[in-house]
Structure formats: structure tokens, C-alpha cells
């Protein structure tokens, strides 16, 4: 069964690697948001270290925002979704697989993205290990929760910005925790509460999204 | 009809279309009812508060209106979910019937709070833990109501709507909190609502006015309910025999 | 009766507007929800009423129209 679930990841990873411009504009766009910033708010450099945490996040969300309409529309456009749907596999492990490959292509580039961007905002070291820490540990939340909406607007009209209008306010828990662990290290608190809340809405996203993902799929299919 | 109460019979749109018509005007004769009734109390006979003075009046319309906004939310939550479950058309109609109400009743509840945090602390907004949870209560209302919509299959709208309404109730929890923790760590906008013990008076006033308000949210969500029966069912015999009937 | 006048009723303290501005807001929503409902309710019916005419003069027209 988990095999079935490890090919289908590889077989997502290899489409997206064939379609390598999407994940391009995904990290683009969130190298462009997060650029904008300093240039609206001014280059000081202590009142970019203070907000850099937020703006970092807000940024990493919408981008993933971007990448997920395109997280079911394949395979639905292409009757795969219909055969994965019919397969012996239970459809919320389906599920878990795309996710899964959803934030190899998407969260986790973010991730290795941000201290980078980071550097703009002149953050020290250590706030530089928080914001990759707090990323790499939230955003495969972002992907499960993400996954609802997707399946939720699969073939509606207007579903990109339906999609973040449905999925924005679902993703605030995981903004404020993540935010909030690199400002702790910042004003040197200490990220651990954060990091460890964080950590428990990620296994609780990508553990329960699966479920109201599938139903929402079926919804779509029939 | 049967003797005893018979749920699938009530859950029929073709008999709960009359029912519903007949409850409408005693729902607005109790809302109207206790409307004057608690507007009375908290307006006219209730005395001023020592701490807040004349100001602190928009309670009697901010927190009826606040209870009312996260009530609904749960009701309709609670239809969408009967809804999934066991198919009653019904009730996914009636959880799409009370989602514009509640998202009114938030949108009222900031507005009023709006008002009130003005002269009390100073300014029209502060980003206290309920205020900001208001705001992401009517932020999942109107995800609620578009997502239903943009999709044009009333079946799938159903569902597909359930489906978020329960995640949403399953994370209202988890963003209040979230919510609160934030505030906590940000000393700097909490803001402390005078907890004076509050007078009986004041308390009664309070609770006829949230009275109003839920009868008056009965009333507003079975016109609308009867409004999407009649929209839905429109090809069905009762309907074109009621469309006959009606002046 | 708490208070002693119109005036001081209207006022509110120094509130009046803040007071004022909830209520009239509040009562206006209020009001205005049952009569667009009232309204669309009417619209409906004889939307419906006219499908209905036009299904009798035309009912392969009908057919079409609820898919």
C-alpha cells in the first residue's frame, strides 16, 4: 500500500520536474512579494529586522497559495484522479501522497529560499536558523490545509482566488506560530513553545486534512 | 400524517414550505417582543455604568449580536454536517439558508465594536483576541457563502460547503486560541474590558436583546430557507400547484 | 425612567454618536434583510411563474432549460 503511495509521489515529482517553469514562478513570486517590502515600507535596517518574520511568512503563504490550484487540476483535467479515486487505496492516502509531493516542489524550495531573502532583512544568524527551522516545519501544514481548499474548488469557476479566500483564514494558526518563533529568537525568548506548536498543527493538518480532501474529491468527481 | 413527531416527514421541503410560512410571523412577533422589551431595559430604565458611562449601552446590540454571529455558525455547521451525513435536503438547505444572516450578524458585531471601542479605548480597532477572531469568523462566512455560489450543482454546493463548515468549526478553536496566544505575547494591544459586576438589570436587558436577535435570526432563515425550496424544487408538482395558489 | 430628558436620552453622555451609530446601523441591517428577501421572494415567484407559462407554450423548451 505504501508503495503505491511512494510511486505516485515520484510519479508527481517527475511531472513537476517536466513543468519546472511553475515551481520557477512559485519561488519567484515569493523572491518579488518579499522584495517589495523594504522598497514600501524604507530600508532601515531595525524596523526591517523587526518585521521581516511576518513579512517572510505572509510571503511563503501566499506563494504556496499560488501553487496549489494546479495541486488536483492535472489530474482531474486527464481522468487520472477518476482511476486513483477507483484504486483499491484508501483516497486520503492518495491524498497524502500528493501533499506530500505538493511541498517537495513548493514548501520546501521556500524553505531553502528564506534564509536567502532573509539576508535582505539583515537578520541575525540564529533568526536565519529559526525562520528555516519554523518553515521547513509549518509549510507541509500549509500544503495539508492547502489541499482542502483544492479539492473544495477543483473544477469551480473562479477557484484561484475562491481557493485563497476559503484557505487564508485556515492558515492563520500556522502564520502566527511561525512568525512568532523567529521573532522569539529575535528578541531572545527562545522559539521552542513556537516551534513545538507549530509542530503539533503540522501532524494535526497533515494527519486530519487527508479526510475532508477525499470527501471533497469525491464530491468533485461525481 | 402519522401520529408522533415523524422527522422525515418534517424534512420534506414539500411539507416544511407551509409549516415554515405559519412559524414566520410568530418568530417576528416574539422578536419584535423582546426587541422592545430589551431596548427598553438597556435604553431606557437600566443606570449608567459607573466606569464606561452612557457608552457602555452598545453592549445590549454588541454582544447579542456577537453571541449570535458564533451561534449561527455552529447551527449552520451543524445542518451542513445532517446534511452530509444522511442526506436530508433540507437541512443542507436550511445551513445554507442561515450563512448571509450570520455573516451579518459579524459584520454587526465588529461594526458595534467598532463604536464602542472608540470612546472606551481610544481607538476604532485594537487587535484584541476576540475582536480579530470576529474577523476570521466572517472571513470563513463569506468563504462559506461564495464557495457555495461559484458552484452551480446545488447538490455539489451542499456537500462541498458541509465539508467546510465542519473544518471551519473544527479550527474556530484552534484560531481563538492561536489568536489569544499571539495577543498575550503582544502586551502592548491587550486591552482589559472592565469586568464591574454587572447589574441584573443590565444583564436582563442584555439577554431579552439576544432573544430578539436569535428569533429574529429564526424568522430571517425561514423566509430564506422557503426562498431556496421554492428555487430549488421549482420543477416539482407542490411547487407549480403553490406558484398557482399564491397571489 | 433613568433619564430626565429627551435631550440627555439623545446625548447619551458624550456617546451620543457612538451609541447612536450602532443602533441606527444595527436596526438598519435589520430591517433591510426581510424586505430584500421580501423582494427577491416576490422576483422569484414570478420568475418561476413565467418559466412555468413558457414551459406549457413550449415544453421541449423547458426540458432544456432543467437540464
Known amino acids: 500500500m505504501l508503495n503505491a503511495v ?131 516545519i509549518g509549510t507541509p501544514a500549509l500544503s495539508g490545509i492547502g489541499a482542502i481548499g483544492a479539492a473544495l474548488t477543483l473544477g469551480v469557476r473562479g477557484g484561484g482566488v475562491l481557493l485563497s479566500l476559503l484557505i487564508l483564514p485556515l492558515y492563520i494558526p500556522v502564520l502566527i506560530f511561525g512568525a512568532g518563533a523567529v521573532e522569539a529568537t529575535v528578541t531572545g525568548v527562545g522559539a521552542q513553545a513556537h516551534l513545538s506548536l507549530l509542530g503539533a498543527l503540522t501532524l494535526a493538518g497533515v494527519f486530519f486534512a487527508p479526510w475532508p480532501t477525499a470527501a471533497a474529491l469525491r464530491i468533485a468527481l461525481e | 400524517m402519522s401520529k408522533g413527531f415523524n422527522w422525515y416527514h418534517f424534512s420534506s421541503p414539500q411539507t416544511f414550505y407551509p409549516l415554515a410560512g405559519k412559524m414566520i410571523p410568530w418568530f417576528w412577533a416574539l422578536a419584535a417582543l423582546f426587541g422592545i422589551a430589551g431596548l427598553i431595559v438597556g435604553f431606557l430604565i437600566a443606570p449608567t455604568d459607573a466606569q464606561q458611562g452612557e457608552g457602555y ?65 481610544g481607538a476604532w480597532w485594537v487587535w484584541d483576541a476576540r475582536l ?29 460547503g458541509a465539508i467546510l463548515a465542519l473544518v471551519g468549526v473544527v479550527n474556530v478553536p484552534i484560531i481563538y486560541f492561536s489568536v489569544k496566544w499571539w495577543n498575550t505575547l503582544h502586551q502592548g494591544s491587550t486591552v482589559n474590558i472592565a469586568k464591574s459586576s454587572m447589574a441584573k438589570v443590565m444583564l436582563v436587558g442584555m439577554l431579552l436583546c439576544a432573544l430578539a436577535c436569535w428569533m429574529y435570526a429564526i424568522a430571517v432563515a425561514l423566509m430564506r430557507v422557503r426562498k431556496i425550496v421554492l428555487e ?16 | 425612567m433613568y433619564w430626565n430628558s429627551l435631550s440627555d436620552f439623545l446625548a447619551m453622555g458624550t456617546h451620543g454618536l457612538y451609541v447612536w451609530g450602532s443602533f441606527i446601523v444595527m436596526a438598519l441591517v435589520m430591517i433591510l434583510e426581510p424586505v430584500l428577501l421580501v423582494r427577491g421572494r416576490k422576483q422569484l415567484i414570478d420568475r418561476l411563474r413565467r418559466q412555468l407559462r413558457a414551459e406549457k407554450l413550449d415544453p421541449a423548451a423547458s426540458r432544456e432549460e432543467s437540464h
Open chain 1, 6 to 136: 511512494f510511486s505516485l509521489i515520484a510519479r508527481d515529482l517527475r511531472l513537476g520536474m517536466r513543468r519546472q517553469a511553475d515551481i520557477a514562478s512559485v519561488l519567484f513570486f515569493f523572491i518579488i512579494v518579499v522584495s517589495l517590502f523594504p522598497l514600501g515600507i524604507g530600508p532601515e535596517p531595525d524596523q526591517l529586522r523587526r518585521l521581516a518574520p511576518g513579512i517572510l511568512w505572509v510571503a511563503a503563504l501566499l506563494a504556496t497559495m499560488l501553487s496549489l490550484p494546479r495541486l488536483f487540476a492535472d489530474d482531474h483535467r486527464d481522468g487520472t484522479l477518476e482511476q486513483l479515486a477507483l484504486s483499491p487505496q484508501p483516497l486520503g492516502l492518495i491524498v497524502l501522497g500528493k501533499v506530500a509531493a505538493h511541498w517537495l516542489v513548493s514548501g520546501l524550495p521556500l524553505t531553502l529560499l528564506a534564509p536567502v531573502l532573509g539576508l535582505q532583512f539583515d537578520l541575525s544568524s540564529e533568526a536565519l536558523q529559526a525562520l528555516t527551522l519554523s518553515l521547513l
Open chain 2, 57 to 121: 449601552r452598545i453592549i445590549f446590540l454588541h454582544v447579542p449580536a456577537s453571541w449570535m454571529s458564533m451561534f449561527i455558525y455552529l447551527v449552520m455547521a451543524f445542518w451542513a454536517a445532517l446534511g452530509l451525513a444522511f442526506n436530508f435536503r433540507l437541512s443542507a438547505m436550511m445551513a445554507q439558508a442561515l450563512a448571509p444572516t450570520g455573516a451579518l450578524f459579524a459584520f454587526l458585531s465588529l461594526w458595534t465594536g467598532a463604536l464602542w471601542g472608540k470612546p472606551m479605548w
Open chain 2, 132 to 160: 480579530t477572531s470576529e474577523l476570521i469568523l466572517l472571513f470563513l462566512y463569506v468563504g462559506f457563502i461564495a464557495l457555495q455560489a461559484s458552484i452551480d450543482d446545488p447538490r455539489r454546493a451542499d456537500k462541498a
Open chain 2, 232 to 247: 430549488r424544487e421549482r420543477h416539482t408538482e407542490w411547487v407549480k400547484a403553490e406558484l398557482a395558489q399564491e397571489k
